[in-house]
């Protein structure tokens, strides 16, 4: 019977401990200066949406190619709250691409890759 209250207070000591740690690290990874939103639209453009937590710090959003240029960049002021820009990227190479959005030390990225469609042709002899 001891055995049994023993192995019970242990594994629910084990359960609370990896419950706690498992918490922690949501908590870790969650953003404290703003939260984004990176999605593409129906026409091909990309919307950025940004919710700013702290407006204590300006925050900026950069578009680089595969290489690292900057090919777009903006900063938002340090009073506006909430953010959105749609992003025209039909100027723009096939490749890869990311969109950074950085405030306060704290960056948020996504990476997107622009590709061309193929276009079929048919060859009719008559």
Known sequence: MRNSIKTFVCALALVATVFTANAENKESKKPTGFEAGIYPSKNGKINVRVDKINNA???????????????????????????????NLEE??????????SSNGETQSKAIQLSEQKIERTLTLN
């Open 57 to 87: 710090a300006p925050t900026t959003l950069l578009l680089k190619d595969a290489s690292g240029n900057i090919v777009y960049r903006e900063t938002i002021s340090k009073g506006d709250q909430k953010f959105g820009r749609v992003l």
């Open 92 to 101: 723009l190479a096939s490749g890869k691409y990311v969109i950074e959005i």
